[in-house]
């Protein structure tokens, strides 16, 4: 079935370096993603959004970037801070399954201070 | 305004057991999602109740069941609990079924 996956499952950064946390999906009807940060007993935490006609979105700190072509979601976070160590998920939903938030396994960042 | 709501936090049952696994929505949405999270693992659709409707159901079993009431508050059973149930439970509310969901902090639900 369609299914989103991460290349890491884990990634560990010095404190003020910049984070990419990779997804790739294969649902081509996919069409809005979003990016989740998980912390230790709490529920996915929206970070930031993007739809299929964009390719490119900022917000506070962290950039999404969409290539449709290659079917491949990143995650940028500048600036790495001890408080951004969680889980990070990226998800999709789309297509005729537009009612459900597809998820990947999670990619572990870790800050080292 | 208050996020999603969850109750309880946590829960042990016995295997053959029934729970019931409560959600509040946020204020000002009408739908509610849930997902199974088994740890180490992304969050997995179980349903979506919509106007007290089901809207949609992942690859669950029958003995998976939910209500979702007139204030938009929901609800989540679970009937004859095996061990492989032992997961968080979230709940996700959203205004009108697509976009914008907001997670409560589950309920994480050990069976034994």
């Known amino acids: 079935g369609e299914s989103v996956g991460l290349h890491l499952p884990t990634l560990s950064v010095q404190e003020g370096d910049n984070s990419i946390i990779n997804c790739a999906y294969s649902?081509?009807?996919?069409?809005?993603f979003i990016w989740y940060k998980q912390e230790s007993g709490k529920g996915p935490q929206f970070i930031i959004d993007?739809?299929?006609?964009?390719d490119k979105r900022q917000g506070q700190r962290v950039t999404v970037l969409l290539n449709k072509t290659v079917k491949h979601l990143s995650l940028q976070i500048a600036a790495t801070q001890p408080g951004d160590s969680a889980v990070y998920f990226c998800a999709e939903t789309g297509g005729g399954s537009n009612y459900k938030l597809t998820f990947g396994k999670g990619t572990l960042l870790t800050v080292n201070p | 305004e208050t996020g999603v709501t969850q109750s309880p936090t946590h829960l042990i049952k016995t295997r053959g057991q029934q729970v019931t696994l409560r959600c509040s929505s946020q204020?000002?949405?009408?739908?509610v999602s849930w997902y199974q999270q088994a740890l180490g693992q992304g969050p997995q659709f179980i349903f979506q109740y919509y106007r007290e409707e089901e809207n949609g159901r992942g690859n669950f079993p029958p003995r998976f069941s939910g209500l979702q009431f007139p204030n938009y508050s929901s609800e989540l059973n679970v009937n004859a609990l095996e061990l492989d149930d032992s997961a968080l439970y979230l709940c996700?509310?959203?205004?009108?079924?697509?976009?914008?969901?907001?997670f409560g902090s589950g309920t994480r639900l050990t069976v034994v």
């Open positions: 649902n081509s009807a996919s069409d809005y």
């Open positions: 204020s000002g949405h009408n739908t």
């Open positions: 996700a509310s959203s205004w009108d079924r697509v976009g914008g969901y907001t």
């Open positions: 993007i739809r299929s006609n964009m």
